[in-house]
């Protein structure tokens, strides 16, 4: 038996500087993403880099999300790397090699 596969949006965020990170959508709930950076999928919850975001986000329709998301994070953010090193502070790492 084949099991459907639940294709979960990622969002694309380019940040002042021009580099680029894609964040994935990791349950339902919008505001956990998975970002990954050099073999390692690194899981934070956005609510943990702003609080505010949670309100903001629920209370936009739903294809305004992605949306807040992008340009909340490109408020805090210079770099793509500024936010990777948020994202490995903040999450006491459930890290997953990616097979070599």
Known sequence: M???VLQLPKL???????????????NTDP??????HQGEVLQVDLR????????EVFHAAEHDRPGVIFFT????????GEFV???????????QRRAA
């Not at 694309?12 to 990791?26: I, K, S, Y």
């Not at 994070?73 to 793509?80: D, I, P, V």
């Open 85 to 95: 090193q948020c994202v490995q502070q903040l999450s006491v790492p459930q890290l």
């Open 48 to 55: 943990d880099i702003e609080p505010m975001l949670e309100d």
């Open 73 to 80: 994070l490109r408020k805090h953010f210079k770099s793509a």
């Open 12 to 26: 694309e965020l380019c940040f002042a500087d021009g580099t680029l990170l894609w964040l994935r959508q990791v």
């Open 31 to 36: 505001l956990k993403r998975s970002v990954d």
């Open 2 to 4: 084949v099991f459907p």
